[in-house]
């Protein structure tokens, strides 16, 4: 018996395999969400160091170097007034990273905890609540964020509310359904036998359960709400100039053109990988977390 | 069916209230006095007066709620303040630019993505599989007022093939009016084909998988009839619900194609509106839009009766 015992400890998995070091050892397996989360950090040590990797003022002019090529002096080249495009690049960072996290942290904020009501009280609040979200789903999301932001009044505080909001309505449906699919488990019915407050029984049993597919939602959300802060700031409603911003680089941009094309390509590629690379994390995520590949 | 379609029918009574709601109260985020904010830069007490009773701003809340959707069914969307017309004129003049525009992407992401997606998953893991799944990738990940910006300098600026702006409507030159719509098109179809390759993949591929389409294989039928004939027509009701949700980002992405491309739409509308600080016009063309986009996801579920004869039922 004690044999026996040990041998099926011998041939045991590590003994603290918990769910996310599986989910972490299946992720480190998939090339791309590996690249995605390099060039991330990459992007947010820019973003953390933008200070001393910068190698210009973001914001001071310059009259003898307007609309310059790229040169060894200035590697993207130089804006309508003399600026430093890398530079303005790089601190670009901050504006786009900053909207992408504090906007989805807006949506998970409002969205997880309404959508765990509803899901898990059911009933008239799960009628209304789901109303109230078809409603803000019908409308686009852009459009959405636009009115918000137009009425709110342009910066880049109000387009961050205005995506979080705007987004939220994703995350209560979300949230919901998990919740759903979760309460009718038998742990659930076993945690509420021994006398646990429904309120406990969310928090500490349901909640946990459904952390990776909200996880994997969040990642991707991050990828839309970059992209949603550089549409609104090319629109001229989030970053307020002279403050840099891809999203409003690229908007002067449009107007150089046919002179100055270096202004257009690189804010632009910026956004892109950034996206690209959420995307790609995202995606590995959920393959990583999906507990029915297991 | 009668019963499913006033069933659906009845969901969209209550969504179409709360969007009015939502709708209307955009106007209580405006900080301060909206008749003053309404008046413009001047301030003269006589217009911030009148803007007061026109708007009823001395009433309570929801009996200025009931006025303006009491005037939205009668079709009076209010007026601009800036040109002084109706706003439902405005939006009129403005959205068959929009509708044209939305159309040509629309039927250039069927024409790329539906296509790429049945090849993808016929030949999974093949190098075409790769191929699209990288395009689907690219298509979700470059904003598309950049991928406008890019098209612009290859082919005005570099090559000089086609106009960088400039709308020409259909009925004075239809060649011209072409020439200027095909990039917005493009850029705007771009993301969408992306979406409903990942969609057209993956469904394709759950029905490939299928016992019918084995059948199907063993009666003997070209593998080009099996895949067209019996798997993409099954696969066709998610793409359709799945599709139809992509609406919403034609329509948002309408916005900043006409902005790069200035075109007079309604996306052009909205945000000339929004500095020109003519709130009741946003309102306006914000509610039009979250209707027309109840609307076609209404006709996409009764899209899925005539290709599903399962729900018919």
Redesign the interface.
């Known amino acids: 018996m004690a044999a026996a015992i040990a041998a099926s400890l011998a041939i045991a998995p590590a003994p603290h395999a918990g769910p996310w070091r599986r989910a972490w050892r299946r992720l480190r397996r998939r090339r791309g969400a590996l690249a995605g989360l390099a060039v991330v950090v990459l992007f947010v040590a820019l973003a953390l160091f933008a200070p001393w990797i910068a190698p210009h003022d973001p914001i001071a002019a310059s009259w003898s170097a307007i609309r310059k090529a790229p040169s060894a002096a200035h590697w993207f080249g130089t804006d309508e007034i003399g600026r430093d495009v890398l530079s303005r690049v790089i601190w670009g960072t901050r504006a786009s990273l900053l909207a992408g996290v504090v906007s989805v942290s807006i949506s998970l904020l409002l969205g997880v905890p309404i959508g765990l009501a509803a899901g898990f009280l059911g009933g008239w609040v799960d009628g209304v609540i789901s109303r109230v979200t078809d409603a803000f789903l019908a409308c686009p999301f852009l459009i959405l964020a636009i009115a918000l932001a137009a009425f709110l009044g342009p910066s880049l505080t109000n387009a961050m509310i205005a995506i979080g909001v705007s987004a939220t309505p994703i995350f209560v449906r979300l949230t919901r359904a998990q919740v759903i699919n979760v309460k009718v488990e038998d742990f659930i019915e076993a945690a509420r036998a021994v006398g646990n407050p429904p309120l406990r029984i969310a928090l500490r049993h349901v909640l946990p359960n459904i952390t990776a597919p909200v996880m994997v939602q969040a990642t991707l959300a991050i990828a839309a709400a970059v992209i949603a802060e550089a549409s609104l700031s090319f629109l001229g409603l989030g970053q307020q100039p002279p403050a840099p911003s891809w999203g409003s680089m690229l908007n002067t941009a449009k107007n150089f053109i046919d002179n100055a094309p270096w202004m257009a390509v690189w804010p632009g590629l910026s956004i892109f990988l950034l996206v690209l690379s959420f995307n790609l994390l995202g995606d590995g995520l959920r393959d990583a977390l999906d507990p029915r590949q297991r | 069916m009668f019963e499913f379609l006033v069933k659906r029918l009845a ?1 969209v009574v ?3 209230l ?2 009015s ?3 209307f109260g ?2 209580q ?3 301060g006095d909206p008749a003053k904010i309404l008046a413009g830069e001047e301030q003269d007490p006589t217009v911030v007066a009148y803007l007061r009773t026109k708007l009823h701003l001395d009433e309570p809340l929801p009996l200025r709620y009931a006025y303006w959707v009491g005037g939205v069914l009668r079709g009076d969307l209010g007026e601009s303040i800036r040109t002084q017309q109706p706003v439902l004129d405005l939006i009129v003049q403005k959205l068959p630019v929009t509708v044209e525009l939305a159309l040509m992407a629309f039927v250039i992401a069927l024409a790329i993505g539906i296509p790429s997606g049945i090849v993808a998953a016929v030949g999974r893991g093949t190098a075409w599989d790769v191929a699209a799944n990288v395009f689907a ?2 298509g ?4 598309n ?2 991928l406008g ?2 098209m ?2 290859l082919f005005s ?1 570099q090559l000089g093939w086609l106009p ?1 702006s400039g709308y020409v409507s259909p009925f004075e030159d239809l060649g011209a009016n072409l020439a200027a719509m095909i990039m917005p098109a493009f850029v705007l179809g771009n993301a969408i084909a992306a979406v409903l390759m990942r969609h057209t993949r993956s469904a394709m591929l759950q029905v490939l998988g299928a016992d019918y389409v084995r059948t199907a294989r063993a009666k003997g039928l070209s593998e080009r009839t099996v895949v067209l004939k019996h798997a993409l027509r099954n696969a066709l009701t998610p793409i359709i619900t799945l599709g139809a949700l992509e609406l ?2 034609l ?3 309408a ?2 194609t006409e ?2 491309f200035t075109i007079p739409g309604f996306g052009k509308l ?2 000339d509106s ?2 020109n600080r003519d ?1 009741s016009v ?2 306006g ?2 509610l039009v ?2 209707t027309t ?2 609307v076609l996801n209404l006709l996409a579920d009764l899209a899925q009766f005539l290709v599903n004869p399962r729900l018919r039922r």
Request: proline share 6%; glycine share 4%.
């Open positions: 969901t209550p969504t179409l709360l969007v709601m939502l709708i955009l106007q985020l405006l900080p990738l690219w979700l990940s470059t904003p007022f950049w910006i890019l612009i300098l600026v960088a919403g980002t329509l948002s992405g916005v900043l902005q790069v909205i945000v929004v500095f709130y946003v309102q063309v914000v839009t979250a986009y109840i």
